[in-house]
């Protein structure tokens, strides 16, 4: 558990006395394109508001967007359905609106989901550190940002970053927010075995991230002929994401290839030496890029593959994979997120990134599959990924860590 002597009680609502929990992150609802960690808030705001008082401090657009999301408040509260949220525009002003809220309100836990946001994360680190800000617990939850492939991307400006930081003892009496044993492992290799580091084992999720789908019959309406196959990758097109590496896995696969790319193109010059792979390919493989998919579409989109191809460098949780699962859509993907032992699940392959013939061996084995096998697949993906839905406990354990001195409370 954090060190932390309790909170203070702050907000009252319908007679209960809840605690005040400020969000920090550079991309929230509306938005869709920074992935995982936006559903991870949203739905751990959804399931708490009713024991905890949530602000959400946020930007104005979307990853990528030039312009700020239609019909919101910018630069001022608003009332969200379950939070109040701070939409902050680009530019100085904001920096200074951001610092004048940080430091003037009052609240108990500051909550940041990131470790390397200039504006979400190192300057409230900076504030805390300075004694301007008057929280009581200060949690960086760092979404796989300590993983070694992670830091290897823009690695420079991250390693100077972090002996600044460590040379000022800017992480002094932060609690550490792990997803997982492995990130765990990873934020205590950089910050040492003192470091306070609460682990919950998966994000919250909730009712609308389960599919109508899964109560369908998915696995006689998706038709899966030896031979032939229908493969989808999902995710940003950046360079974590791999998508490179699984164009590789094509060459020299026997049968009828559909690959599609979903994502928005996060680095142009990345995307061109994928592009480059893509036209290299035989003519028994087909590749297209489907664009980006609003979060309520994916599950509709997954009905239509017969795989999920995701060679990723490393995932925090890996949201898309419970997603491609709940859609009877089996995966193939690296050992480098929390999802282990698919093979033995009955589910897909997690398989290190190092084992390229393993891969290749999986993909020949989905292409050369029958019906049966197939259908096999799916109907365990589905009752799996059921079981993931139906966790409360992981909510519990999220009160817990906004809330450690009233962790007794039993969240339904």
Not at 103 to 114: A, E, P, V
Not at 247 to 257: I, N, P, Q
Not at 338 to 347: A, C, H, K, S
């Amino acid at each position: 558990m954090p060190s932390f002597n309790g909170c203070e009680e702050s907000v009252r609502s319908e007679g209960v006395m809840k605690n005040t929990v400020f969000v920090l992150n550079d991309h929230y609802l509306p938005g869709y394109k920074a992935g995982g960690p936006i559903r991870t808030i949203s739905n751990i705001v959804f399931r708490l508001s009713d024991h905890v008082d949530f602000k959400v401090i946020t930007g104005d657009r979307d990853l990528g967007d030039n312009e700020p999301y239609s019909g919101i408040t910018i630069d001022a509260w608003s009332r969200g359905e379950y939070s109040e949220i701070l939409y902050l525009s680009p530019g100085l002003r904001s920096i200074i609106l951001l610092c004048r809220v940080l430091i003037t309100s009052h609240y108990d836990t500051l909550y940041l989901n990131s470790l390397f946001s200039r504006k979400f994360t190192m300057l409230p680190l900076l504030l805390f550190w300075l004694k301007l800000i008057p929280c009581r617990q200060v949690i960086v939850a760092t979404r796989g940002s300590c993983a070694t492939s992670a830091l290897g991307i823009k690695r420079l400006r991250k390693l100077l970053f972090l002996r600044i930081a460590r040379l000022i003892g800017l992480f002094k009496h932060i609690v550490w927010h792990a997803s997982s044993e492995h990130e765990a492992a990873d934020i205590i290799n950089i910050f040492g075995l003192a470091s306070d580091v609460y682990t919950v084992s998966a994000p919250v999720v909730i009712a609308s991230d389960m599919p109508a789908l899964m109560k369908d019959n998915l696995v006689m309406t998706r038709q899966k002929h030896p031979g032939a196959i229908r493969i989808i990758f999902l995710g940003r097109i950046a360079k974590m994401k791999n998508l490179d590496y699984a164009l590789s896995l094509f060459h020299d696969l026997k049968g009828d290839v559909i690959f599609d790319i979903y994502g928005p193109s996060e680095d142009k010059l990345y995307w061109e030496e994928c592009t480059k792979k893509i036209d290299s390919l035989p003519q028994n493989i087909k590749v297209r890029y489907c664009g980006m998919v609003e979060h309520d579409k994916v599950n509709e989109i997954f009905k239509n593959y017969h795989a999920l191809l995701l060679p990723t460098l490393g995932e925090n949780f890996g949201h898309v994979i419970l997603e491609a699962l709940a859609s009877g859509c089996p995966v193939i993907i690296s050992n480098r997120t929390p999802w282990r032992n698919l093979e033995i699940e009955g589910i897909g392959w997690d398989i290190p990134l190092e084992q390229v013939g393993l891969f290749k061996e999986a993909l020949q084995r989905c292409v050369d599959m029958n019906q049966a096998d197939f259908n096999s697949l799916s109907e365990q993906s589905m009752v799996f990924s059921k079981k993931i839905f139906k966790d409360d406990k992981i909510v519990q354990k999220y009160f817990e860590l906004f809330c450690p001195g009233d962790n007794k409370t039993a969240i339904n």
